[in-house]
Each structure stands twice: as C-alpha cells, then as structure tokens.
C-alpha cells in the first residue's frame, strides 16, 4: 500500500540556515501522525513544504504516490483540493462573515450556490458546536477558541481527504485546548480522513496521535506509536516531553 | 565601509527588486485575463479604488485649476485673456489631472492594498487561500488591477473637468474674466488628443498603484512593523513610478518624434 503522504530527504534552506536537512516522513491512510518539535525546528516550514507554500530545495514529498513538489498553478491546486487546514491563528478572512469563511471552498473552489453553500456551512458549524448565530458574525467578534472552531469547520467542509493542523491549542485555555482536541479526534474518526499535526503541546500531542514523530535540528529524530514514546530512549524525546530545561537540547538563548 | 562596495550593495539591490515586481507582474498580468474572474470582487474594488477616491481628486483638481489660473494671470502681461484658459485646459488635461490623480489615488489607494494584502499575510490569511484551493493571484491580485486599470481614467475625465473649472471660477469670480470668452478660448486650443493622452496615463497611472500596492502587502513580512513598511514602500514607490511614467508617456505623446 503506498502511504498517503510521504516525504523523503527533504531539504530547506533560508539563506545560510538550514531549517529542514534531510525529513524522512510517511503518514499511512486514516491515520493520525503528529510532529512534535520545539519552536524553530522545522515543524512549520514542514507542513508548508507539503501544502506547496514553500518549495523544497531537494528531496521528493508524495501525496497518494504523486510527486508534488515542483506542481505549480492546476494540478497544484487539484492536490491542494484533498487538503484542509487549521492555521495556528485560524487565518479565517476578516472580510467575510463566519459562514463565508466556512463555505469559502464550497464556493470558490467547487463552484456551490451561495444558498446551498450556507446550508452546508451551518451542518459543519453546528457539527463543531456553534449555532447559526454565529454564521452571521465577523470573525473579529469570536474569541479565540471560538475562531479555532471556525477554522477547523473551515478546514472539514469540502470534506477533505487529508487535514493538517497548525498547533491546535496554542493560545487557548487547559480546558477550551481539551474541547478542541476531543472535537479534533470526533470529527477525524467521524470523517475517517487521514491528519497530520504540528505541535508542542504534549497533552494535544497524546490525545489526537496515533504516531508521534519528533523533529530536531531539521531531522525526524525519532518517530513511533504513541504508547511507546514514553520508553523511547532517546535523550531529545525524553527531555521534550517531560519539558526539561536540563538535557541535550540547548536552547539558543544567548547570541 | 568601501564605499565603492556600498555603491555596488545599492546597485544590486535595487535591480533585484526590479526584477522581483518583474517577476510578480509576470504572474499578476495573466490572472486577469485567465478564467475564474471574480466579477463580484472587481466591483467591489472599483467602489473602492474608485468611487471612495472622488472627493479627494475632485478637491485636488479643483484647487489645482484655480492655482494654475491665478499664477499664470499674475505672470502674463499681455494676452492673458486667452494664455490662462489655454494653459490651464492644456495643463490640466496633458499633465496635472492624471499626475495629481495619480498621486492621490497612490496615498490612498497603494496605501490601503498594501496594508490589506500585507495584514492578510502576516496573519495566514494568503496562506488559507491556498489551502482552499484559491489562486491568491486571482483572488486578491487580479480584481485589485482590474478595478485601478478601469476606474482610473474615469477619475481623471472627472479631474479634467473639475480642474478646468476650478480655473474658469478663478478667472471670472477672482480676475474679472469675461465667462463666455473663457469657454470659448479653452474649447478652442483644447484638442481631442490633449484628453486621450491624459486618460491613456491614467489607466496607466491605475496599473502601478495597483501594483506597487499588491506586490508591497504580498511580500511583507513580520507584524505590525512589516505591514507599515510595505505600507510607506507601496505609497513611495508607486508615486516615484507614476512620475516616472509620466514623463517618459509625454516624451511618447507630445516629443520631437510625435510632431
């Protein structure tokens, strides 16, 4: 069986830096891989590599076998068709009121009715626990956790094959994070779609993983099932997930 | 620092930068012509690229015409019955309706795009698009050009008109003038190619606000400190290109070549 995502000796340099050398990765259908890693590992640029936002400089990235990394205008957007996306701020359009955001792809990319679009919108706000009062809101008006909410609506309603996350809990409350983590995990198994996430909050990380692969320096450094990590006996994992200050990774505090 | 080094730095930046808006155009230009064209938004934009921007170009030329009018009536001894309507419908049309547009509808306009795109690209929203299938060329870029290219030289006929009457007010309320001998002398010298040239800088004018607008908030980068330079460089960039345009489109038009 080919893997539903795959990426080989992925490579990516900014200027002198080097943000990813050499990712190894694969993400098998309807499955849940999460990517832990500290802040400037190369988490992001990751993901952003996949979406065809950046282009690797060397390494090949497959989605369902096909080679996407140097696709640029229709297929790249046919490939971006089986994609959604949570954004770590939720990036929902400022200019559009909540529904519009929602139906956005129904719209644009499939070419739905306005009226049409909006029943759909509503079936996938509710199904993230917002009434259709808020449809008519403008994102500015919701609060963090509610934007988040929004977005990930956003990210199920053209019904994609392969949604990504961008730290999902980030700037939320213990308890709002835990309600949009269990919302993660309902509407992935509902949809049985396959996820890949980014974060560096562990008790996401644990709730919403099947596997978990940790990055470090550009490079996956270890990658397994969830239920193993604890015994992963690799010094890197060990000090991430228990959040120590002391251990082989050194923060880069004084320049 | 070697000076010659400093001198080389600024050299390659600047034709770097060049060709990065050569390159952005490149893909800017297409996405108008290519289907989907977001009919809906190119309205939208026309409104406010256009419609928002009549006040402060009417206001403009108005007081540019009157200006123009009082200044030559001071600086001609004889004949000014028929220099100051002449130089103000030649000097409207030709040169200061679509130069002092231009560069209104630029701090206006280049100013607003910028900040948009630029705070839709700190914050993912350009990014969102993608994910959504959207082309952000053709979603963002495109009805943006469309609308300035458009609605330009609409501004600048209603310029035009405003800012020859702002002379005529002058010249018969301030100088005595004689109101039918004025018209009469300003449709006399004016001649159809005087306003064609004027409109044609002005769709031209519309193409580099839009632009400079676009491309500065696209590729800004950072927060709040990011978008107010793309801001400041859309607005100062835009107006260095509308001058520039402007006076290479008046050698085309009027130059030794044209005669």
């Known amino acids: 069986m080919t893997a539903k995502i795959e990426l080989k000796g992925v490579m990516k340099r900014f200027g002198r830096k080097v943000v990813l050398d050499g990712v190894d990765l694969s993400v098998e259908q309807g499955e849940s891989l999460v990517i832990i890693g500290g802040s400037g590992s190369g988490k992001s640029v990751t993901l952003k590599c996949i979406l065809g936002l950046i282009t690797p400089d060397k390494g090949s990235i497959k989605v369902d076998g096909q080679e996407v990394t140097r696709l640029t205008g229709r297929p790249r957007e046919q490939v971006n068709r089986k994609f959604g996306m949570l954004f770590q701020s939720a990036a929902l359009f400022d200019s559009l009121k909540v529904w519009e955001n929602v139906a956005f792809a129904l719209i644009q990319g499939r070419g739905l009715g306005r009226r049409e679009a909006k029943e759909i919108a509503l079936q996938k706000l509710a199904k993230v626990g917002l009434g259709p009062e808020v449809g008519e809101l403008s994102p500015s008006e919701l609060s963090g956790g509610m934007q988040k909410r929004v977005g990930l609506a956003r990210a199920i309603a053209a019904e994609p094959e392969i949604i990504f996350f961008d730290e999902p809990t980030t700037g939320l409350d213990p308890i709002m994070a835990d309600v949009i983590n269990d919302l993660i995990v309902a509407t992935v198994k509902d949809m049985g779609v396959t996820t890949l996430s980014i974060t560096h909050d562990m008790a996401s990380?644990?709730?919403?993983?099947?596997?978990?692969?940790?990055?470090?320096?550009?490079?996956?450094?270890?990658?397994?099932?969830?239920?193993?990590?604890?015994?992963?006996?690799?010094?890197?994992?060990?000090q991430f997930i228990h959040g120590r200050a002391e251990g082989p990774i050194k923060m880069e505090l004084a320049k | 620092m070697n000076p010659f080094a400093l001198v080389g730095r600024f050299v390659v930046t600047f034709l770097r930068e060049i060709g990065r808006i050569a390159q952005f155009a490149a893909l800017a230009v297409p996405a108008c012509f290519m289907p989907p064209i977001y009919g809906r938004l190119v309205l939208q934009q026309m409104l406010r690229i256009g419609y928002f921007s009549l006040p402060v170009v009417g206001l403009t030329a108005f007081f540019t015409g009157g200006a123009l009018a009082l200044q030559i009536f001071v600086g001609s001894d004889i004949g000014a019955e028929t220099l100051v309507p002449q130089i103000v419908v030649l000097g409207i049309t030709r040169e200061l309706g679509p130069v002092m547009a231009g560069l209104m509808v630029a701090g206006r306009v280049s100013a607003a795009i910028a900040a948009e795109l630029g705070t839709m690209r700190v914050t993912e929203q350009i990014d969102a698009l993608v994910t959504l299938s959207t082309n952000p060329f053709k979603y963002l870029v495109a009805p943006r050009l469309i609308a300035a290219v458009l609605t330009m030289p609409v501004l600048v006929a209603i310029a035009d008109i405003i800012g020859v009457m702002g002379g005529w007010i002058v010249a018969v309320y301030s100088l005595d003038f004689n109101s039918a001998a004025y018209l009469n002398n300003t449709a006399d010298f004016l001649k159809m190619g005087d306003v064609t040239s004027g409109l044609w800088k002005a769709a031209v004018f519309g193409f580099i606000i839009a632009l400079m607008g676009c491309f500065h908030g696209y590729n800004s980068k950072g927060g709040a400190q990011g978008v107010g330079a793309a801001t400041t460089n859309a607005v100062v960039s835009a107006a260095i290109l509308i001058l520039a345009a402007n006076y290479f489109m008046t050698s085309i038009f009027f130059g030794e070549g044209s005669r």
């Open chain 1, 205 to 238: 990380a644990r709730k919403i993983a099947d596997k978990i692969a940790m990055i470090y320096k550009g490079k996956i450094i270890w990658a397994g099932r969830k239920a193993d990590i604890d015994k992963s006996g690799n010094p890197y994992v060990d």
